[in-house]
T-cell receptor, first 113, second 117 residues
């Protein structure tokens, strides 16, 4: 079975632009979580979605938003990009909303210039 | 406050030797889980081992074992018989709450392990 997939792999954006990142969970998994990993730091929790509902939100500004689709895939949207948004964005999927087993995708590396 | 502390920015180990990566945590929740992940240069986080706060025995997974000392709030990762492929960044993480809680993981800053031939 395929693991968690994310697209695109890399992208470069300019300050003030908008970006959409995509994540497809492992087949059968109903929960998707998003993390931001700035260079040299550990990942920080942004959102969790379970059964298309927001289950958790980290300490990020309203410029960050996400949604989950009926097929359980997810999008992370970031508006009005700042240089500080440059990071590796990781998606993790799990079978349930409170599963301890989470499987991470390869990430999307976003560079804001 | 919820926090994970990894005090070793980098570690060296000789191939075939054992190495211990340190992790301390802080939480007021009696129910929590502790995780270790490996992150190669490719970026993907690879799950290694899990320890629940109520587990009586230390977790083991192949060459990985978790030295869980609840009173000291430490959860050190021990890698036995190091291999060159173990060279990577290692993160300790914590999830608070039991069933019904979110999947939110709190990560430390990581330890970069280099295995030398």
């Amino acid at each position: 079975d395929a693991g968690v997939t994310q697209s695109p792999t890399h992208l470069i954006k300019t300050r003030g632009q908008h970006v959409t990142l995509r994540c497809s969970p492992i087949s059968g998994h109903k929960s998707v979580s998003w993390y931001q990993q700035v260079l040299g730091q550990g990942p920080q929790f942004i959102f969790q979605y379970y059964e298309k509902e927001e289950r958790g939100r980290g300490n990020f500004p309203d410029r960050f938003s996400a949604r989950q689709f009926p097929n359980y895939s997810s999008e992370l949207n970031v508006n009005a990009l700042l240089l500080g948004d440059s990071a590796l964005y990781l998606c993790a999927s799990s079978f349930q909303g409170d599963s301890y087993e989470q499987y991470f995708g390869p990430g999307t590396r976003l560079t804001v210039t | 406050a919820q926090k994970i502390t990894q005090t070793q920015p980098g570690m060296f180990v000789q191939e075939k030797e054992a190495v211990t990566l340190d992790c301390t945590y802080d939480t007021s929740d009696p129910s929590y889980g502790l995780f270790w992940y490996k992150q190669p240069s490719s970026g993907e986080m690879i799950f290694l081992i899990y320890q629940g706060s109520y587990d009586q025995q230390n977790a083991t997974e192949g060459r990985y074992s978790l030295n869980f000392q609840k009173a000291r709030k430490s959860a050190n990762l021990v890698i036995s018989a190091s291999q060159l492929g173990d060279s990577a960044m290692y993160f300790c993480a914590m999830r608070e709450g039991g069933g019904g809680a979110t999947n939110k993981l709190i990560f430390g800053t990581g330890t970069l392990l280099a295995v030398q031939p």
